[in-house]
């Protein structure tokens, strides 16, 4: 829509609100409403103020004052609010100089797209995000000086076999590692879903499929269908904001953690890219895998810059609980076609050039997904820029290979902590187009090192007094 067309369709629609959303650094949306009447034409020029300084890694408070500019072709009449609300995704601008906010993810995003069309290499990026996430029933956690605790409970769990149920325990609960494709009864958030499908749809979204994963304690998946790069981030947000709100209202708590539950699979964000040029696409060809030189070389730049990545595409301490072996998660750096145990894969299922591409499977769902995919093309494009050879694809089951063998393939971190020194040491692909500014690389690395590391790094784990107590 047009600025001119959302104001026919607030007085079409008799739209009561309007709610102004923006991603904040870390990868949250944030909100604020305003009354009808507060909107017009100029407002998707002029914005909206905001205090920047309450914002985690933005302003200043000397310096808190910024915009937020709607865009007109995000609007759309949110489903979950009790009055008729439209909904607005919005850049950051700054009111003294009006320039896009450098630490807006949008933003970032944004530029990512332009950068690829200044290259000449190509004018489109889609990105396919297959987000995977749990549902509970009873969330508890809690830190302080002398304790710590969490805990999690699902009607699905393993765990619960023998427990007393209200209308008795009618045993129908995945095992570890068996959750992926049982029926009904076993799976029992079949219909939960399906309106989480429904949600989605209203704000716009195109599914694929819905379906449950493979872990005990209701683990789930919803396929949303590619997009440009930064409609690829506006709808990895939208399907959070449907999957979180439709949980609430049938008591669950949806989780988009990594790693929740011990000693079962994690939650991945497996991204499908491709680059396109003039509506063909690129990475199709006669090479390894139906791929082209293009695509293999884009395949050698992530593999090349993965260590970095993870800081953003895996950015939090729990990412690295999922990127383990054992567990289906990619913890080698490798391409292979099918094999799902590398950390890039081709997809073998169609032979239409439209559908090549290439699959990142290290990537989870606590990312920020205008930072990650950002990120990725900018990785994917240095290699095509430099022609980095990604070496010989693994066409083996790499958790099965013996120590001789692995020994020569590279892994991703085994923490947060080298992850960001990664990115600390290797970002220069990123600021090329000035898509990733260094204030931004630099907040990035001291938020995550100041706010996150530290603190768990400080705190006695609970198993630790299992280990240690009594020494």
């Given at each position: ?29 944030q ?18 103020g ?6 985690r ?18 609007a ?31 933003n ?27 549902l ?56 939960l879903r ?5 949600a ?16 005990t ?79 293999l ?21 729990n ?6 072996p ?20 081709i ?125």
């Open positions: 829509m047009t600025p001119k067309q959302v104001m026919a369709f607030i007085k079409e629609k008799n739209i009561l609100m309007v709610d102004l959303k923006f991603m904040d650094f870390l990868g949250t949306w909100h604020f409403t305003v009354p009808v009447g507060e909107m017009n034409e100029d407002s998707f020029e002029e914005g909206y905001f205090d920047g300084s309450s914002i890694g933005w302003q200043p408070i000397h310096a808190s004052d910024m915009l937020v500019i709607p865009d007109p072709k995000t759309l009449i949110d489903p979950f609010c009790r009055e008729l609300t439209l909904s607005l995704i919005c850049n950051i601008v700054d009111p003294i100089t009006k320039e896009n906010y450098s630490r807006d993810p949008r970032i995003a944004q530029k990512a797209e332009a950068y690829l069309k200044s290259t000449g290499i190509a004018d489109t990026a889609y990105f396919g995000p297959e987000l995977e996430f749990f509970f029933n009873d969330v508890r956690y809690e830190t302080g000086q002398n304790h710590s605790f969490y805990f999690v409970d699902s009607p699905e769990g393993t765990w619960n076999t023998g427990r007393m149920e209200p209308n008795g325990n009618l045993g129908y609960k995945p095992r570890v590692k068996e959750g992926y494709f049982p029926c009904s009864p076993t799976d029992s958030l079949n219909d399906t309106e989480m499908v429904l989605m749809q209203q704000l716009g979204l195109e599914i694929e499929c819905q379906h449950h994963e493979v872990a304690g209701g683990q789930c998946e919803i396929d949303v269908r590619y997009a440009e790069l930064t409609k690829a981030g506006d709808n990895i947000m939208l399907y959070k904001y449907a999957v979180k709100n439709v949980a609430k209202r049938n008591n669950y708590s949806a989780c988009f953690m990594p790693k929740p539950i011990f000693q079962d699979n994690g939650s991945g964000m497996h991204t499908h890219q491709s680059l396109w040029k003039g509506g063909k696409p690129l990475f199709a060809g006669n090479s390894y895998g139906g791929l082209s030189e293009m695509a070389h884009y395949i050698g730049g992530i593999l090349k810059h993965a260590p970095a990545l993870c800081a953003f595409v895996a950015p939090s301490t990412s690295y609980k999922r990127l383990v054992g567990y289906e998660a990619p913890v080698n750096l490798a391409y292979s076609s099918r094999n799902r145990s590398a950390s890039i894969r997809p073998m299922y169609q032979a239409n050039p439209k559908s090549k591409r290439v699959e990142v499977r290290f990537p989870d769902p606590s990312a920020n997904g205008y930072l990650a995919f950002s990120a990725m093309l900018m990785a994917g494009l240095d290699g095509i820029e430099n022609k980095i050879d990604p070496g010989e694809p693994l066409d083996k089951d790499i958790y099965a290979l013996g120590p001789e063998e692995l020994a020569s393939v590279p892994s991703t971190p085994g923490s947060l902590t080298e992850a960001i020194n990664a990115l600390e040491a290797d970002h220069s692909f990123l600021l090329k187009g000035d898509v990733f500014t260094q204030d931004v690389v630099d907040m990035w690395i001291d938020y995550k090192r100041e706010k996150e590391i530290a603190p768990i790094n400080l705190r006695p784990h609970p198993h630790e007094f299992a280990l240690y107590y009594d020494c």
